[in-house]
């Protein structure tokens, strides 16, 4: 099977401090096709999280198009419509990560309602081989070794 026959498998996601849950939401996607990847934009995340991000976006966007295994990556659009990105990309699946706070069924319905046939799946298991597998758990342990170092941080 050559690339091109490969199936476009599309994942999003903030991609701010990478660690083996995005490697995970990869490998996982590679094994359906060629893995593209849109990072979200910064005031993407701080409209979804409510936080601002650690890692400036072009950061965020170099290193995941370094990551083995992604074959394209891009930044989303700004804005409240993903799936203007979704139809320039035109894959063949959506890939959900089982933490992304996104409905499958209703992507579905809202990628038919556009005229794309698009398969979307969502992973179930939550990648937790490691204690520090979210972005969450690794800046509240930065922050409590910056206290505990009294390292100029309240």
Known sequence: ??????KKVLIAGTFDIIHPGHIYFINEAKKLGKVVV????????????GREVVVPERQRLEVVRNIKGVAEAYLGHE???????VEEIRPDIIVLGPNQPIDDKKMKIDLEKRGLNIEVIKLKKVYDEYPMCSTRKILKRVLKVMRNANLDYP
Do not use: H, N
Not at 1 to 6: G, H, L, V
């Open 38 to 49: 849109v990072v979200a934009r910064d005031s993407t995340v701080k409209k979804i999280k």
């Open 1 to 6: 099977m050559t690339a091109e026959d490969k």
């Open 79 to 85: 804005g409240d419509d993903f799936l203007k990105i």
